[in-house]
């Protein structure tokens, strides 16, 4: 089956102590992203990958870090999250810009 | 700035009735506009796209209208059903631009047996 996968999908921990939310997707895709999801605000993209080791910053990039060492994996890794980054989060990829975006369950975090 | 405007936070329906969601966006560029449909404790699904050279597309039940003079996009959905209820996300992009999309903030549609 086709799908997304993100772990863990909920959290709950402490300022400061580094978290990574992991992303894989099976369907060979080469564009991949992060979104958060805040009350009134929709969607905003934190990061995205065309491709392996190819990364750029969206409109909420502060605070967090991404990486793209193979194809199927984009973990988000927030070195030392803050109570403004309690969010729910979706990972996302799509065989490219033109292309549907396939969204994974999304990851609640919450920074104490 | 919200660059995308989804003004209506939620809207409900009669089943069998018309839905109507509006989009309104301010950057003339974008030239790819996106409706994507989202259940509680789900993630967005894709429901239906559009580019700047055509002004209607449809599939199926579902049909997006784009005035770009208006800067305006509206999803409409005939006939309503009750599946139908969830939140629905307007998205647009600027092609061969960037690869970012920039999302409303949603319309959250009910729709009444």
């Given amino acids: 089956?086709?799908?997304?996968?993100?772990?863990?999908?909920?959290?709950?921990?402490?300022?400061?102590?580094?978290?990574?939310?992991?992303?894989?997707?099976?369907?060979?895709?080469?564009?991949?992203?992060?979104?958060?999801?805040?009350?009134?605000?929709?969607?905003?993209?934190?990061?995205?990958?065309?491709?392996?080791?190819?990364?750029?910053?969206?409109?909420?990039?502060?605070?967090?870090?991404?990486?793209?060492?193979?194809?199927?994996?984009?973990?988000?890794?927030?070195?030392?999250?803050?109570?403004?980054?309690?969010?729910?989060?979706?990972?996302a990829s799509s065989l490219g810009q033109l292309q549907p975006q396939h969204f994974g369950d999304g990851t609640r975090l919450s920074i104490l | 700035d919200q660059q995308v405007k989804q003004n209506s936070p939620s809207l409900s329906v009669q089943e069998g009735r018309i839905s109507i969601l509006n989009c309104d966006y301010t950057n003339s560029m974008f030239d790819y506009f996106l409706w994507y449909k989202k259940y509680p404790a789900e993630g967005p699904t894709f429901l239906i796209s559009i580019s700047s050279i055509k002004d209607k597309n449809e599939d199926g039940r579902f049909t997006v209208f784009l005035n770009k003079s208006a800067k305006h996009l509206s999803l409409h959905i005939v006939p309503s059903q009750p599946g139908d209820s969830a939140v629905y996300f307007c998205a647009a992009s600027v092609l061969l631009l960037s690869y970012q999309l920039i999302w409303g903030a949603g319309t959250k549609l009910i729709i009444k047996p």
């Fill in chain 1, 1 to 91: 089956e086709a799908q997304v996968t993100q772990n863990p999908r909920y959290l709950i921990t402490v300022t400061g102590k580094k978290l990574t939310v992991t992303c894989s997707q099976n369907m060979n895709h080469e564009y991949m992203s992060w979104y958060r999801q805040d009350p009134g605000l929709g969607l905003r993209q934190i990061y995205y990958s065309m491709n392996v080791e190819v990364t750029d910053k969206g409109d909420v990039p502060e605070g967090y870090k991404v990486s793209r060492k193979e194809k199927r994996n984009f973990p988000l890794i927030l070195e030392s999250p803050s109570p403004n980054q309690t969010s729910l989060y979706f990972c």
